[in-house]
């Protein structure tokens, strides 16, 4: 029952590093999503994936960059990462947008 | 106006006690309402979606209120494990779905 995985826990990253977050679903689900969760601010979406081969930009996607590699991996990229960007990080999917999300158990990324 | 809001709380409550939760929504034309709750540091995890007749599951009741847009939650015989943020959840305005930012509800024994 693995549901969605999400790639690594946790990463601490230097200002101006880049990395990659993994997030991969077995649920045979269309639609996958990123967040972000900070304190104080609830979940805002950064990007999202309607289905395969479609991105689409959520509430707040700059310096952010996506992957929708096959219908299971929705990718987020950090090109270039700010302090600002300390944050959790959600990946989710559903079977179709508006239905219920599935939550990956979220990565923990620090920048200094 | 926030596209979701909820009080924050936290609202303490003893065991067995009843508690209801609200939220307002903006988007009148939203179609899809559910409640997640997460326990701290963890994933949302979907507790309940929120039917216009209101829907019973378990010790857990939502409402649905069109005219007023507004949702409340009703957890019965509150429980030390149902400590924990409930998120209040819409479909926004990217036809994705808008999370409020949760009240927190804290059981003591």
């Known amino acids: 029952n693995a549901g969605v995985t999400q790639t690594p826990k946790f990463q601490v990253l230097k200002t101006g590093q880049s990395m990659t977050l993994q997030c991969a679903q077995d649920?045979?689900?269309?639609?996958m999503y990123w967040y972000r969760q900070d304190p104080g601010m609830g979940l805002r979406l950064i990007y999202y994936s309607a289905s395969e081969g479609t991105t689409d930009k959520g509430e707040v996607p700059n310096g952010y960059n996506v992957s929708r590699l096959n219908k299971r991996e929705f990718s987020l990229r950090l090109e270039s990462a700010a302090p600002s960007q300390t944050s959790v990080y959600f990946c989710?999917?559903?079977?179709?947008?508006?239905?219920?999300?599935?939550f990956g158990s979220g990565t923990r990324l620090t920048v200094v | 106006r926030k596209e979701v809001e909820q009080d924050p709380g936290p609202f303490n409550v003893p065991e067995g006690a009843t508690v209801a939760f609200n939220c307002t929504y903006s988007n009148s034309a939203s179609q899809s309402f559910f409640w997640y709750r997460q326990d701290c540091r963890k994933e949302p995890k979907l507790l309940m979606s929120v039917y216009s007749s209101g829907n019973e599951d378990g010790r857990f009741t939502a409402q649905l209120n069109r005219a007023s847009q507004y949702i409340s939650l009703l957890i019965r015989d509150s429980k030390l494990s149902d400590s924990a943020t409930y998120l209040c959840v819409v479909n926004g305005g990217y036809s994705t779905l808008t999370f409020g930012k949760g009240t927190m509800l804290l059981v003591s024994p």
């Open positions: 989710a999917s559903s079977a179709d947008r508006g239905r219920g999300y599935t």
């Open positions: 649920m045979n689900h269309n639609s």
